[in-house]
């Protein structure tokens, strides 16, 4: 049996490397990023690392470096200095109205008040309350603060098919992201994560100094697992899955590819498997869909099928680097989506003409797909 336990649901750096859970190293990656822009944008599906990523940074950023003896950056780091992180992850509530929304602020900003002695005044703008909240932990701390915010388009997607909540929920949010800029002085890291492109939604008009960094080869694997980290952080797990399976070790590395790997997220992007599939594999030990059962794809295939879309030639899909940024206010173009959301990923691109190949990344999404049309 193996000696560690499989991250199920876990998201929390801290949790996973004091609870001797199997993990891949990813701080090589957050010592990088952290040396590099001071905005930064960064797209990727759902369930496929974000928050975790978003969790090992707050840990690094606040000095925490008992926590990465071991890693990576263990090597790298040598100063470790301690900043005032906010962390607000947008995904832990619903959108349904503008109420739900101005509660969930509420509820993310209030905590941030109480460490910073300062008194909540619902009645004051968001982006007032968090302007206040940036300085006075400046004031406090004498050092710039860290904010980290995840699945920042959360309440977009929760209101997709209300045009008119989506216009309101964009205003709000614009609001509330607009001191990120003004108060740059004061910040020394910034990161925003969510599934759709940054570019796509207008809540960040007014932020338009972030360095978006998602289909960058050098940040190509900062979520999900390469071969190399499957290999060598789960080589237990694989090697307990082929022994309940009957195969060798080979063979089993050779099944988890075919069903989970295949993800590319840049030019140059090295091969990538789902994380969520892959945890879920190993511990059920059995070539099962995880991460396409996890979600509910209809309104992309219906979306698909109203534009005349072949959903399973799709691996025959050339498209130009412009196409990424197709406005998701109001989805006309299925195939940007399905590029953010994982169903889709680059083949094959062609430099001189500047043309990605999108196609099924593995046998998961595609046999999900095919059963998904069976089912309407």
């Known amino acids: 049996m193996a000696t560690k336990r499989y991250p199920l649901g876990i998201q929390t750096f801290s949790e996973i490397v004091k609870g001797n859970y199997f993990y891949a190293d990813k701080t090589d990656i957050v010592y990088r990023l952290a040396h590099y822009a001071k905005f930064h944008f960064l797209s990727r599906p759902r369930r496929f690392g974000k928050s975790l990523f978003v969790s090992t940074l707050q840990a690094y950023f606040e000095g925490k470096k008992d926590l990465f003896t071991g890693l990576a950056i263990e090597n790298l780091e040598k100063e470790w200095i301690e900043y005032p992180v906010i ?22 900003l209030a905590p941030y008040e109480e460490l910073y002695g300062l008194k909540t005044n619902t009645e004051e703008s968001n982006s007032n309350r968090l302007t206040h909240i940036i300085e006075q ?8 603060v860290v904010v980290l915010i995840d699945e920042y388009d959360a309440p977009m997607h929760d209101s997709m098919g209300n045009d008119e909540l989506q216009k309101n929920i964009r205003n709000i ?11 740059e002085s004061n910040l020394r890291f910034v990161l925003i994560t969510g599934v759709s492109k940054f570019s796509q939604l207008s809540i960040f008009s007014e932020l338009n100094n972030l360095k978006i960094i998602s289909m ?20 237990e797990g694989i090697e307990e899955m082929a022994e309940h399976n009957g195969l060798n070790f080979e063979e089993t590395v050779e099944q988890l590819k075919e069903h989970y790997d295949g993800y590319h997220f840049s030019p140059n992007s090295p091969d990538i498997f789902n994380p969520y599939s ?23 295939i219906e979306l698909l099928q109203n534009n005349g879309v072949d959903m399973l030639r799709l691996n025959k899909l050339w498209v130009k680097d412009s196409r990424f940024d197709a406005p998701t206010d109001k989805i006309t173009d299925p195939i ?12 094959e691109y062609d430099k001189h003409r500047r043309l990605y190949r ?9 046999q999900g797909f095919s059963e998904s049309l069976v089912n309407l």
């Open 87 to 108: 962390h607000f992850d947008m995904s832990q509530s619903k959108y349904f109205d503008v109420g739900m929304l101005k509660r969930a602020l509420n509820t993310l």
């Open 137 to 144: 932990a400046v004031r406090q701390t004498g050092k710039q």
């Open 173 to 183: 949010m614009r609001d509330f992201f607009s001191p990120l800029k003004k108060l």
């Open 216 to 235: 960058k080869d050098e940040f190509s694997d900062i979520c999900g697992i390469t071969k190399e980290q499957l290999l060598t952080d789960f080589k």
């Open 278 to 300: 892959i945890i879920n594999a190993l511990d059920d030990k059995d070539f099962n869909s995880y991460w396409f059962s996890s979600g509910t794809p209809t309104f992309l």
């Open 336 to 347: 940007p989506v399905l590029y953010q959301s994982g169903y889709l990923t680059i083949k």
């Open 358 to 366: 999108l196609s099924f990344p593995n046998e998961e999404v595609r």
